[in-house]
Structure formats: C-alpha cells, structure tokens
Antibody, heavy 119, light 107 residues
Framework: QVHLQESGPGLVKPSQTLSLTCAVSGDSIKAGSFYWSWIRQPAGKGLEWIGRIHTSGSTIYKPSLESRLTISMDKSKNQFSLTLTSVTATDTALYYC???????????WGQGILVTVSS | ENVLTQFPATLSLSPGERATLSCRASQSVNTYLVWYQQKSGQAPRLLISDASKRATGIPARFSGSGSGTDFTLTISNIEPEDFAVYYCQQRRNWPPTFGGGTKVEIK
C-alpha cells in the first residue's frame, strides 16, 4: 500500500525559503507513469493545487506561484520535494503531497504538514 | 481559471437522510469532475472521478452525476461517518481547481 509522508519545518520566516519533502513508501516514484503533486490548504479554507512532477521528471506549476516554486524528485531516496522562495503570510497552510495516476486526479494523499510563515 | 461553486455551503441532515450536494463550473468541464471527502483533521479522500465513477472501496451510497457545468453528489441513507466536508475539483481546464466545499453536518 502506498504511503506518502511530508516533512519539513513548521515555521518559516517571511521572505525566507520553504522546503518540504514527501517520502514515498510502498511504491517507486521512478516506476510507471504517475503524477506527484503538492496541494495546500489554508486553515479553514479550501484546497489549492500548486504544482506537480511526473515520473519522467517534467514539472508544471500554478502560474501565480511559478516564479517562486520548484518541485524536484530524488529517485535514489524515493522522494520528491517542494521549494517555495520569498514566502509571506499568505503561504501559511497545510501542505499535502499527493499521488495521481491520471492527470490531475488526486488519489493518494499524505497526512499533510502545517507550515506557518511568521517572524 | 475555471471557478467551481459549491452549494449549499452547509447541509444539516439526520442519519438515514439523503444528501444532495451541487457543484457548478464557470466553464464546461465535460465529465472531468472529481469529488473528495475530507473529515476533520484528515486529508481529503477521492470518492468519485469522471463525474460518476466511484473510487475503489467507496460505498454504493455515494453517487455522482452531471456533465458540462452542473454536477451533483448524492449520498443516500447518510451514515454517521459521512459527516464531513465535500469538495469538487475539475481537471478539464488547466490549472485544476477546487470548489469551496460543502460541509455536511449532523442535524
């Protein structure tokens, strides 16, 4: 059974860089054709897809975040990562890593990690 | 972006009743519409894809319908574990977008 687990700092200062990692177990991120996404959810609010990486390594990002966002994959560690630069309070959210086998169907979710941007 | 509007925002029901949740898209999504359930403190769970296809392990009391811009998620005979927030999401237009959610609460 596939399991995704997010990790990273829970607190980031404004203007600094947020880095999160999603460790995948029960599956190989380099096998098959799958989509590995990051989705975030501000407290008490809805869901926002922010970007994804395909098994092939190709990436695509939400336009409003594209200039600050990088998603990468470490096949040797079976994990993928998110880097978001120049964060502000509006980046405060619960961040989920998600696997999909169909483009933009979000099938398997991690438990989420709360990231707060504050000085 | 394709804006998804869900209504009602809150639905108050008693166990055993039928829940009807709506999702309206600002642009046609054909049937590329997905429904998720999110219980308090948990990650969302995919319920229905392509407007009407139940995901593996999802009980038959959950059903989806619709095409184009108007969609419905129906929960027949709602059970205590079904009280949660439900989100719709479209994948027809890029970027994928989610609705604001409908909270189904116990009456």
């Amino acid at each position: 059974q596939v399991h995704l687990q997010e990790s990273g700092p829970g607190l980031v200062k404004p203007s600094q860089t947020l880095s999160l990692t999603c460790a995948v177990s029960g599956d190989s991120i380099k096998a098959g054709s799958f989509y590995w996404s990051w989705i975030r959810q501000p407290a008490g609010k809805g869901l926002e897809w922010i970007g994804r990486i395909h098994t092939s390594g190709s990436t695509i990002y939400k336009p409003s975040l594209e200039s600050r966002l990088t998603i990468s994959m470490d096949k040797s560690k079976n994990q993928f990562s998110l880097t978001l630069t120049s964060v502000t309070a509006t980046d405060t959210a619960l961040y989920y890593c998600v696997k999909g086998s169909v483009s933009y169907d979000f099938e398997i979710w991690g438990q989420g990690i709360l990231v707060t941007v504050s000085s | 972006e394709n804006v998804l509007t869900q209504f009602p925002a809150t639905l108050s029901l008693s166990p055993g009743e039928r829940a009807t949740l709506s999702c309206r898209a600002s642009q046609s999504v054909n049937t590329y519409l997905v429904w998720y359930q999110q219980k308090s403190g948990q990650a969302p769970r995919l319920l229905i894809s392509d407007a009407s296809k139940r995901a593996t392990g999802i009980p038959a009391r959950f059903s989806g319908s619709g095409s184009g811009t108007d969609f419905t998620l129906t929960i027949s005979n709602i059970e205590p574990e079904d009280f949660a927030v439900y989100y719709c999401q479209q994948r027809r237009n890029w970027p994928p977008t989610f609705g604001g959610g409908t909270k189904v609460e116990i009456k």
